[in-house]
Every structure is written in structure tokens, then in C-alpha cells.
């Protein structure tokens, strides 16, 4: 018995072809599959602890990470605000890992990201990055990893002959 890793985050959205949209334009995301079920499918009320679930649902794939969203028609989901806090208790952000935060966040940008601020450029610094939102209000982490020895570096990432301490 092994655990393997981390598999997926999974996120309700009002307008499931709007998050598709947006994760693939913005991100690269690939889908693997769609799934819908209507009520009255007993296992799935179970497992989320929910009476009368019906919803559309899709997965979709970057390297070896998931995002799972789902569009509940019932039970009727309550009404947040898109800009909750990330203090509050849940979910804080999901964070993308990417190679150049700067250039990445301008272009995320002109696809709807809204950045807090701009992503640090310290150019000594071993981490760029900054929070955003979604068009959900979902906070999304864009990350740059500067160093291929640092702890938290992909191992799959190609760095520069000269990397930042």
C-alpha cells in the first residue's frame, strides 16, 4: 500500500463550458472526459453527502495534474462571492506551476485572469509569483521556480545554465 500523490482538486462552477474554456485557453488543460447524472443516483448522493444531486461534471489534465469541475443542477448551489477571501476556511488557491511568471501573467491577463498584483521580479529571488482569480473568483496561484535544486522545483522543468541562488 503506497499513496502515489496528489491527483486532483475538484471545483463547482455556475457555467461549466465557461471553466473548461478558460483552463484550457489559459492553462494548456486538456479534457478527458465529461460525465453527467440525473437525480436520483443513489451511490453519488452518498458519497456527496447530498439528497437529490444532478450535475454535469468534466475532467480535465496537465502533465500528470487534474482539475475535476462540476455544474450542480440540484440541489440548487448557494450563491458566494466571487472574491472570497482566502483567509476563510476551504480551499485557499490552486497553484500553477509555470516558467516565466512575469510573461505569463500578462498574457493570463488578457484571458480574464485577475491578478492581486504583479508577480514578484526580483531577479535574485529563487520564487516569482503572485495570486489571481478565475472567472468564478477562484484563487489560482501562478508560480515560477527559479532553481532546479530548490526543494519545491519540478523535476521535469528545464532551467537556464545559470540559475538564481
Known amino acids: 500500500m503506497a499513496v502515489l500523490g496528489f491527483h486532483h482538486v475538484a471545483i463547482s462552477t455556475p457555467d461549466l463550458d465557461r471553466a473548461i474554456a478558460f483552463y484550457t485557453e489559459a492553462f494548456g488543460f486538456e479534457r478527458v472526459f465529461d460525465l453527467e447524472w440525473p437525480k436520483g443516483v443513489t451511490e453519488i448522493d452518498e458519497m456527496m453527502a447530498l439528497k437529490d444531486t444532478s450535475a454535469r461534471a468534466a475532467m480535465l489534465r496537465t502533465g500528470n ?41 500578462a498574457r493570463l491577463e488578457t484571458l480574464g485572469l485577475r491578478l492581486h498584483c504583479p508577480p ?4 535574485d529571488s529563487p520564487l516569482a509569483g503572485t ?24 523535476g521535469n522543468r528545464k532551467f537556464p545554465a545559470k540559475v538564481a541562488a
Open 65 to 105: 495534474s487534474f482539475i475535476e469541475f462540476f455544474e450542480f443542477a440540484s440541489p440548487p448551489p448557494e450563491v458566494v462571492t466571487t472574491d472570497r477571501p482566502v483567509h476563510n476556511h476551504g480551499i485557499t488557491h490552486l497553484c500553477i506551476a509555470v516558467d516565466d511568471a512575469v510573461a505569463e501573467c
Open 131 to 154: 495570486y489571481a482569480r478565475d472567472p468564478d473568483g477562484n484563487v489560482i496561484e501562478i508560480l515560477e521556480v527559479r532553481n532546479a535544486n530548490n526543494p519545491i522545483a519540478f
Open 120 to 123: 514578484s521580479p526580483h531577479p
